[in-house]
């Protein structure tokens, strides 16, 4: 399907190809969404969905599932799927969605590794006083 962009560089309307569409859900000051408005997706880059925002142009966009806003830590904004032919939006969701939990898993590790140090050291201290 063909939608309409704005080039911010040249400042003129362009057609380019939409492989889907998603609604935002959410609150994000750096982000040029509206919540409940639709977007049109254009692709991918780097994991991350390329969507033609407020601006009319296209910016890059963490591919977070609106199903987990409140489920998971840190996630307060994200999108719903709406048109999806080829799948392809799904599967970049589901990908994301798979390594950011084990980002997650590795922070936590290293948090309580962490802490571990930490105590270690304070009892170290307590018994050399």
Not at 84 to 99: A, N, S, V
Not at 100 to 128: G, H, P, T
Request: a negative charge; aromatic letters at 10%; charged letters at 35%.
């Amino acid at each position: 399907m063909q939608v309409d962009r704005l080039n911010l560089e040249t400042n003129e309307i362009e057609k380019v190809e939409c492989i889907g569409v998603v609604q935002y859900q959410g609150q994000d000051k750096n982000a040029d969404l509206t919540d409940g408005e639709n977007y049109y997706v254009l692709g991918f880059h780097n994991n991350l969905l390329q969507i033609i925002d407020d601006t009319k142009d296209y910016y890059y966009y963490i591919p977070f599932d609106a199903n987990d806003i409140g489920k998971k830590e840190g996630i307060v904004s994200g999108f719903h799927i709406i048109e999806d032919p080829t799948g392809q939006i799904k599967e970049l969701f589901d990908r994301y969605k798979e390594e950011f939990s084990i980002k997650q898993k590795q922070n936590e590790k290293k948090l309580s590794r962490r802490l571990i140090r930490w105590k270690l050291k304070r009892l170290d201290k307590k018994e050399s006083s």
